[in-house]
């Protein structure tokens, strides 16, 4: 059984269009991210939920917007897509805030590669 | 703002051991170290993971001197199947809980 689990796998779409990725996990995990990693393999976190809340927002633009309907969803929707979007995403999961200390063992899914043209 | 460093590349050959070092000047008390390893195509998978001094495990040792400020990932006796990125993550807790990734050190191993 596949741990985190990501939808599609590959997206390629025009300049201006809306697209979603989705991702699940079936860890029972209390928190879930998206990282973007680009051309040059940076992977830089974007989200991150709690138990369906947000916790982290990095400097990401509002064309990106997360959604977490349950514990074990993150989909990610992105409106307006530029070239600029073009990257690997990943989707991730990790047991949580133990005491509020996040120890970093995260487990991550396949990625979706998005190409914008 | 915390950051972490480490070499962009490395090679090596088969039977060698491999230590890749990371630098995490801002680590704080509550911070752990994990590093992670990447296949082309694939997602980061879990390594290993330490808090001080020394961690081993089946693939990797990982050894921490005593101010924290930097990790040392040791692959011992690499194979043609350990090329892969190699990536530091220090959980920096005062920064609200954000887990920042150094750049990934590409390791390639030759026959």
């Known amino acids: 059984d596949t741990a985190v689990s990501q939808t599609p796998k590959y997206l390629v779409t025009q300049m201006g269009n809306d697209k979603s990725i989705k991702c699940e996990q079936n860890?029972?995990?209390?928190?879930m991210y998206w990282y973007k990693q680009d051309s040059k393999k940076f992977l830089k976190i974007m989200f991150s939920y709690n138990n369906k809340e947000l916790i982290i927002n990095e400097t990401v633009p509002n064309r990106f917007s997360p959604k977490s309907p349950d514990k074990a969803h993150l989909n990610l929707h992105i409106n307006s897509l530029e070239l600029g979007d073009s990257a690997v995403y990943f989707c991730?999961?990790?047991?949580?805030?133990?005491?509020?200390?996040?120890?970093?063992?995260?487990?991550f899914g396949e990625g979706s590669r998005l190409t914008v043209l | 703002l915390a950051k972490t460093t480490q070499p962009i590349s490395m090679d090596s050959y088969e039977g060698q051991e491999v230590n890749i070092t990371c630098s995490h000047n801002?680590?704080?008390?509550?911070?752990?170290i994990t590093w992670y390893q990447q296949f082309p195509s694939q997602g980061p998978r879990f390594i290993i993971q330490g808090y001080k001094t020394k961690v081993t495990n089946e693939v990797a040792s990982l050894f921490i001197p005593a101010d924290r400020k930097s990790s040392t990932l040791s692959l011992p006796r690499v194979s043609l199947s350990d090329t892969a990125v190699y990536y530091c993550l220090v959980g920096y807790y005062n920064q609200g809980g954000k887990l920042i990734f150094g750049q990934g050190t590409e390791l390639s191993v030759k026959p």
């Open positions: 801002n680590i704080a008390t509550n911070d752990y």
């Open positions: 860890l029972g995990h209390d928190t």
């Open positions: 991730a999961s990790s047991l949580g805030l133990a005491g509020g200390v996040n120890t970093g063992e995260l487990f």
